[in-house]
């Protein structure tokens, strides 16, 4: 079973709006970590947000937030006013206590900004 | 500047010709990691380390060796490249061992045509 999934390959979304990219994630561990990264067409990999399990705020950076609901484990990117530089590949990934260090990606969603 | 450095950036190769990239850390982090990127499969990882001279498999090991004889280096190893190791390769870094909040720090990435 997939620790991390992405259910939307793409979305699209005009400039100005909000947006929100859906991840879910199957663990059975209490201590964990969620992040999101962003990589756009240059490829490189830009970390955005990090929310802890034990957090009981959402996270937030700027005009990203991160929409925690861990009953139904669910850890969804809401980019607010998007922006034309917000198109790129979005990935979700896991950092379970017990597995270690490695981070567990999702197959990533890419979102496309228009004018 | 905090930064991973691959090297290169680009490579092509055949088949069965060893070859070796390179990556440094200037940030004196402890753990080491890389990653394959590959459409519709996300990230995977490789290779990590926890520490000089500790170095342990990833999901996909197969085909690849590390070393890891300083903090800063961690090159990955390709004895005898085949096809299906052409990917994009993203060494990444971070300062925790187990647990905690410290994102992955990445490269810029490496693309590797194996014909």
């Known amino acids: 079973a997939q620790k991390i999934t992405q259910t939307q390959p793409g979305m699209f979304v005009q400039e100005k709006e909000a947006v929100t990219l859906d991840c879910t994630y199957d663990?059975?561990?209490?201590?964990?970590?969620l992040f999101w990264y962003k990589q756009p067409s240059s490829g490189e990999m830009i970390f955005l947000i990090y929310?802890?399990?034990?957090?009981?705020q959402n996270a937030t950076e700027g005009r990203y937030s991160l929409n925690f609901q861990k009953a139904r484990k669910s850890a969804n990117l809401v980019i607010s006013a998007s922006q034309l530089g917000d198109s790129a590949m979005y990935f979700c990934?896991?950092?379970?206590?017990?597995?270690?260090?490695?981070?567990?990606f999702g197959k990533g969603t890419t979102l496309s900004v228009s004018s | 500047e905090a930064q991973v450095t691959q090297n290169p950036r680009y490579l092509i190769t055949v088949t069965g010709k060893k070859l070796t990239v390179t990556c440094s850390q200037n940030?004196?982090?402890?753990?080491m990691s890389w990653y394959r990127q590959d459409p519709g499969l996300g990230l995977r990882q490789i290779y990590y380390?926890?520490?000089?001279?500790?170095?342990d498999k990833g999901d996909v090991p197969e085909g690849y060796k590390v070393s890891r004889k300083e903090k800063r280096n961690f090159p990955l190893i390709l004895e005898s490249p085949s096809p299906n190791q052409t990917s994009l390769y993203f060494c990444?870094?971070?300062?925790?061992?187990?647990?905690?909040?410290?994102?992955?720090?990445f490269g810029n990435g490496t693309r590797l045509t194996v014909t």
């Open positions: 929310q802890g399990s034990y957090d009981e």
């Open positions: 990934a896991m950092r379970e206590r017990e597995a270690g260090t490695a981070l567990i």
């Open positions: 940030m004196n982090h402890e753990y």
């Open positions: 663990t059975s561990d209490q201590s964990y970590g």
């Open positions: 380390s926890m520490n000089v001279e500790v170095t």
């Open positions: 990444a870094s971070s300062p925790r061992g187990v647990s905690g909040n410290s994102p992955l720090h």
